[in-house]
């Protein structure tokens, strides 16, 4: 299972742009890259999956590069209720199932 | 996006006693199932992934006489603590997934267990 590094806090205000990077230069070929946001006492919660490029929902969007041993999330003008711990993870897809190494995850504090 | 709901959401019991915690994929039939256990400001730590209908496997460290896991149906799974102690006192979190969902678990909202 790759490795990957975050950094352990960001902090930003409301209405900017957020990016967190993620590192994980061991990334195995079939390996999918995933992000959780989680509250506190709150399960973690999907945000959004990519294997390279560039991948967007209503929520985020997610930037490879061609080597993929790096990715950014990108959450545009965060609000408040976006202060919360953000794991980038990667894994194997369409193996029955892929266990999740949890990181430190990155702190994000949004103040107004 | 596929729902997970555990219950109860907070238990706190005596130090001897055993709980049980419920997990249950509410819209999908879950495969797999997976516990994490969180300490405070702390990340979340596999401790053992189930497939319906088969024995877990515990990761290292993770005593399964202490730490029984049944996934009995394609909905349900059932962590419990036997013979509790304070320093089991942790949240407790289950994810699932099921076919047709890739590598992507969804996770319960959480139980926090206080062992007095």
């Known amino acids: 299972l790759a490795k990957t590094t975050q950094p352990i806090s960001m902090d930003s205000y409301e209405g900017q742009e957020v990016n967190i990077t993620c590192s994980h230069n061991n990334i195995a070929t079939n390996d999918y890259i995933t992000w959780y946001q989680q509250f506190p006492s709150q399960g973690p919660r999907f945000i959004i999956q990519?294997?390279?490029t560039k991948v967007t929902n209503e929520v985020a969007s997610l930037f490879i590069p061609a080597d993929r041993k790096s990715s950014t999330l990108s959450l545009p003008r965060v609000s408040l209720s976006d202060t919360a711990v953000y794991y980038c993870?990667?894994?194997?897809?369409?193996?029955?199932?892929?266990?999740?190494?949890f990181g430190t995850g990155t702190r994000l504090l949004v103040s107004p | 996006g596929a729902v997970v709901s555990q219950h109860p959401s907070r238990v706190i019991c005596k130090s001897g006693t055993s709980v049980k915690i419920e997990c249950r994929s509410l819209?999908?039939?879950?495969?797999?199932m997976f516990w994490y256990r969180q300490f405070p400001k702390k990340s979340l730590m596999l401790m053992a992934t189930s497939n319906e209908g088969s024995k877990a496997t515990y990761e290292q460290g993770v005593e399964k006489d202490k730490f029984l896991i049944n996934h009995a149906s394609l909905t349900l799974s059932t962590l419990t603590v036997t013979s509790a102690h304070p320093e089991d006192s942790s949240f407790y979190i289950c994810s699932a997934t099921g076919q047709g969902f890739g590598e992507t678990q969804y996770f319960g909202p959480g139980t926090r267990l206080l062992v007095l």
């Open positions: 993870l990667v894994g194997v897809m369409n193996t029955g199932f892929q266990k999740l190494v």
């Open positions: 819209d999908f039939q879950a495969t797999t």
């Open positions: 990519g294997y390279k």
